[in-house]
């Protein structure tokens, strides 16, 4: 890792002498943080609320004065002269700027963590290869793009493994638009593989140009045979880091799934617990508390169902809906109109009309634009109707492709698989409404009367 | 805006709905006359129930905007007050968010509707205008609260002696247009789903709330009672 306070490769990009001297005063200022080495990226901070990648023009951006935009225009077209060299700039100043409110920056960790660095060693084993085939056919061009963009690779490998959680976080909703996910929208797929497809003719295109179709056999003969034998002598190596990577991100997603656990043990039987201790006095609410957390935790162990959170807080569907209201209203910002008449306690299949009924919200939420959602909530003796509507933009439901799981899994086949049945009324421009209705099993069919 | 009203509470020379504001919120009671300047003509406004009554009285206003929440009592005695007096002001109880027992006291002391403070403007002077003419307002949660005040105990027959059939029990159509008023409809859009007119709506609602006026039935009162105690 370079030495150098890494604003200096951006002032290559960025040339403005004020701001730079601007910039060695304040590292005076901050001379405690100079000593420091690598691990100090002087006062600049990669800015967290404004970036678009790392948030470096940003950061920069906020240091100087100058506005994001420009910045970004002076990095793109700097990148585009400098043949992407510049770009490496960029990973790098990502690497060693810290972030604003972080302690340390990236590299710091990435010294430390050696299986990113033989990831990144085997990303250049591929340049080697880059380079073998540039050289075999007599293209100095490929040469000059693919330094660049392996280093970069090389540099994006080590801040994924590294990042703190927060910015892997939004490096993830970076990648989702390019469709990396299985859930990414078919269109977004689609998109990837047509850009995939252009630029795989482009590029052959430029290869098969001005020359002889057969001129260009022998040299590709031997770029083919170079790659293979360069893939069997490092093929074997480039296998197990992948294999050991797919091994070590298993082991991450135990890891998290334990905490996953621990924290619904925690918000169900250790919250109840700690409720029924404070309500001791009230007989009836204990009752109540310990038969609601009794049929929450049997469903997770014996029927494989996780607790929601609502499981644990609502015992009945009026709680329930009052909880999807203040949870829906808390997280996206919007008024949730919620009327229930007549309650009743939760069974599995009321839970289940509540876990659809809040997915239901949530789309309104996240999807219509309205300011308002209308929940209801009916009670009757022989089922449980509930609605949930809004004045939005609407859709058409014919419309949405197959493969939305939010309307055919959380809500329709939710509602399905415990006897229910749930509709989609949605105008284009005017609205959406879900109507829910289960039917209640026969032993909960007493209304709830002292 | 206007209908033809009684000498006692006549249109401002503009022909705008004169309405008064009660709310102990000054900040309230500011946004409000932002919002409706220029579509009703606001005569006054007073933040507790003693002044209300005196000043609603002197200006005598068609429509009373009013809190349900007061310091000095409920909504329900300025309402009991004025109408013992003045039978033709209208109250339309307006409030952030109440237990359905004081809503129910309001309406049944005799405000023709209730709306909650999340309304948009444009949605209040049409309710203003509603209640002007005489007609009912009910919102998604009033509609819910007559709802479950009427289901409630429908089972029991205890005490089936003691009311008015006529009164005491909503009609299919009125529970259909309740519960769609619950969902959120509007009143055109309750008349479009159930294929009837928008003057046909208001009826059914303004018999809803005459019966919620009237009624004597006991579950009335007794739903109020448990609601209060969960």
């Given at each position: 890792?370079?030495?150098?306070?890494?604003?200096?490769?951006?002032?290559?990009?960025?040339?403005?002498?004020?701001?730079?001297?601007?910039?060695?005063?304040?590292?005076?200022?901050?001379?405690?943080?100079?000593?420091?080495?690598?691990?100090?990226g002087g006062p600049v901070r990669r800015a967290r609320d404004d970036r678009l990648f790392g948030g470096v023009a940003a950061g920069l951006a906020k240091r100087t004065g100058f506005s994001v935009g420009l910045i970004r225009v002076i990095f793109i077209i700097a990148i585009v002269l400098s043949t992407g060299y510049l770009a490496m700039a960029y990973v790098l100043a990502w690497l060693l700027i810290p972030a604003e409110d972080a302690d340390g920056n990236i590299g710091t960790k990435a010294l430390a963590d050696k299986r990113g660095i033989v990831l990144a060693a085997a990303l250049a084993s591929v340049l080697v290869v880059a380079l073998v085939i540039a050289s075999a056919l007599n293209a100095p061009w490929v040469t000059s793009l693919a330094v660049p963009i392996i280093a970069c690779a090389a540099g994006l490998v080590l801040i994924w493994r590294n990042a703190p959680e927060e910015e892997l976080e939004y490096l993830r909703s970076l990648a989702d638009p390019a469709g990396m996910t299985e859930t990414a929208p078919r269109s977004r797929r689609v998109l990837r593989i047509v850009a995939a497809g252009v630029l795989l003719v482009i590029g052959l295109w430029l290869l098969l140009e001005g020359h002889d179709r057969f001129a260009l056999l022998k040299p590709l003969a031997g770029v083919i045979l170079l790659v293979g034998g360069i893939a069997l002598a490092f093929g074997p190596w480039w296998l197990r880091i992948a294999?050991?990577?797919?091994?070590?991100?298993?082991?991450?997603?135990?890891?998290?799934?334990?905490?996953?656990?621990?924290?619904?043990?925690?918000?169900?039987?250790?919250?109840?617990?700690?409720?029924?201790?404070?309500?001791?006095?009230?007989?009836?609410?204990?009752v109540k508390l310990a038969r609601a957390q009794e049929r929450e935790l049997r469903a997770w162990l014996f029927d494989g169902r996780p607790p929601g959170s609502m499981e644990g807080q609502a015992g009945t569907v009026a709680d329930g809906v009052r909880l999807i209201q203040q949870e829906v209203e808390a997280q996206h910002g919007i008024t949730v109109d919620a009327v229930t008449v007549g309650d009743c306690e939760l069974d599995d299949d009321l839970s289940a009309l509540l876990a659809a009924a809040r997915e239901a919200t949530v789309n309104a939420a996240k999807w219509s634009g309205a300011d308002v959602v209308s929940v209801f909530a009916e009670v009757e003796p022989e089922a449980v109707s509930l609605f949930v509507r809004d004045r939005g933009r609407g859709f058409d439901p014919a419309a949405v492709p197959a493969d939305r799981k939010g309307l055919a899994e959380s809500i329709r086949a939710r509602m399905a698989r415990r006897g229910g049945s749930a509709t989609v009324r949605s105008t284009p421009g005017q609205g959406t409404e879900v109507s829910l209705v289960m039917p209640r099993a026969a032993a909960d069919r007493q209304p709830r009367r002292p | 805006?206007?209908?033809?009203?009684?000498?006692?509470?006549?249109?401002?020379?503009?022909?705008?709905?004169?309405?008064?504001?009660?709310?102990?919120?000054?900040?309230?009671?500011?946004?409000?006359?932002?919002?409706?300047?220029?579509?009703?003509?606001?005569?006054?406004?007073?933040a507790d129930v003693v002044p209300a009554i005196a000043q609603i009285s002197d200006s005598l206003p068609e429509v009373v905007l009013l809190d349900v929440h007061l310091p000095g009592g409920g909504?329900?005695?300025?309402?009991?007050?004025?109408?013992?007096?003045?039978?033709?002001?209208?109250?339309?109880?307006?409030?952030?968010?109440?237990?359905?027992?004081?809503?129910?006291?309001?309406?049944?002391?005799?405000?023709?509707?209730?709306?909650?403070?999340?309304?948009?403007?444009?949605?209040?002077?049409?309710?203003?205008?509603?209640?002007?003419?005489?007609?009912?307002?009910?919102?998604?949660?009033?509609?819910?609260?007559?709802?479950?005040?009427?289901?409630?105990?429908?089972?029991?027959?205890?005490?089936?002696?003691?009311?008015?059939?006529?009164?005491?029990?909503?009609?299919?159509?009125?529970?259909?247009?309740?519960?769609?008023?619950?969902?959120?409809?509007?009143?055109?859009?309750?008349?479009?789903?159930?294929?009837?007119?928008?003057?046909?709506?208001?009826?059914?609602?303004?018999?809803?709330?005459?019966?919620?006026?009237?009624?004597?039935?006991?579950?009335?009162?007794?739903?109020?009672?448990?609601?209060?105690?969960?």
């Amino acid at each position: 890792m370079p030495e150098t306070p890494e604003p200096d490769h951006q002032q290559a990009g960025q040339p403005d002498p004020g701001s730079s001297s601007h910039w060695t005063a304040r590292l005076e200022s901050h001379g405690v943080r100079v000593t420091r080495g690598p691990a100090s990226g002087g006062p600049v901070r990669r800015a967290r609320d404004d970036r678009l990648f790392g948030g470096v023009a940003a950061g920069l951006a906020k240091r100087t004065g100058f506005s994001v935009g420009l910045i970004r225009v002076i990095f793109i077209i700097a990148i585009v002269l400098s043949t992407g060299y510049l770009a490496m700039a960029y990973v790098l100043a990502w690497l060693l700027i810290p972030a604003e409110d972080a302690d340390g920056n990236i590299g710091t960790k990435a010294l430390a963590d050696k299986r990113g660095i033989v990831l990144a060693a085997a990303l250049a084993s591929v340049l080697v290869v880059a380079l073998v085939i540039a050289s075999a056919l007599n293209a100095p061009w490929v040469t000059s793009l693919a330094v660049p963009i392996i280093a970069c690779a090389a540099g994006l490998v080590l801040i994924w493994r590294n990042a703190p959680e927060e910015e892997l976080e939004y490096l993830r909703s970076l990648a989702d638009p390019a469709g990396m996910t299985e859930t990414a929208p078919r269109s977004r797929r689609v998109l990837r593989i047509v850009a995939a497809g252009v630029l795989l003719v482009i590029g052959l295109w430029l290869l098969l140009e001005g020359h002889d179709r057969f001129a260009l056999l022998k040299p590709l003969a031997g770029v083919i045979l170079l790659v293979g034998g360069i893939a069997l002598a490092f093929g074997p190596w480039w296998l197990r880091i992948a294999l050991e990577a797919a091994a070590e991100r298993r082991a991450r997603i135990r890891a998290e799934e334990r905490a996953e656990m621990a924290s619904r043990v925690h918000d169900s039987v250790l919250q109840t617990l700690a409720l029924i201790q404070r309500r001791a006095g009230d007989q009836q609410q204990v009752v109540k508390l310990a038969r609601a957390q009794e049929r929450e935790l049997r469903a997770w162990l014996f029927d494989g169902r996780p607790p929601g959170s609502m499981e644990g807080q609502a015992g009945t569907v009026a709680d329930g809906v009052r909880l999807i209201q203040q949870e829906v209203e808390a997280q996206h910002g919007i008024t949730v109109d919620a009327v229930t008449v007549g309650d009743c306690e939760l069974d599995d299949d009321l839970s289940a009309l509540l876990a659809a009924a809040r997915e239901a919200t949530v789309n309104a939420a996240k999807w219509s634009g309205a300011d308002v959602v209308s929940v209801f909530a009916e009670v009757e003796p022989e089922a449980v109707s509930l609605f949930v509507r809004d004045r939005g933009r609407g859709f058409d439901p014919a419309a949405v492709p197959a493969d939305r799981k939010g309307l055919a899994e959380s809500i329709r086949a939710r509602m399905a698989r415990r006897g229910g049945s749930a509709t989609v009324r949605s105008t284009p421009g005017q609205g959406t409404e879900v109507s829910l209705v289960m039917p209640r099993a026969a032993a909960d069919r007493q209304p709830r009367r002292p | 805006m206007t209908s033809p009203r009684p000498a006692t509470a006549s249109s401002a020379p503009g022909g705008k709905t004169r309405v008064f504001l009660v709310d102990d919120h000054g900040m309230f009671r500011a946004g409000v006359r932002s919002e409706l300047a220029g579509a009703v003509d606001i005569v006054g406004e007073a933040a507790d129930v003693v002044p209300a009554i005196a000043q609603i009285s002197d200006s005598l206003p068609e429509v009373v905007l009013l809190d349900v929440h007061l310091p000095g009592g409920g909504g329900q005695d300025v309402v009991a007050a004025v109408k013992a007096q003045h039978p033709d002001v209208k109250f339309l109880a307006l409030s952030a968010s109440d237990a359905p027992e004081d809503v129910i006291a309001v309406i049944r002391a005799g405000a023709r509707g209730y709306v909650t403070k999340t309304i948009s403007g444009t949605e209040l002077i049409t309710a203003i205008g509603r209640v002007a003419a005489g007609d009912a307002v009910f919102s998604p949660r009033l509609a819910g609260f007559v709802l479950d005040a009427f289901a409630s105990g429908a089972g029991a027959d205890v005490d089936r002696l003691s009311f008015d059939p006529e009164l005491d029990q909503l009609t299919a159509r009125e529970r259909e247009v309740l519960r769609l008023i619950a969902r959120g409809y509007t009143y055109r859009e309750v008349a479009k789903e159930l294929f009837i007119s928008v003057k046909t709506v208001e009826s059914h609602v303004s018999s809803v709330l005459r019966k919620l006026q009237l009624s004597t039935r006991h579950q009335l009162t007794r739903w109020a009672a448990e609601r209060r105690l969960t």
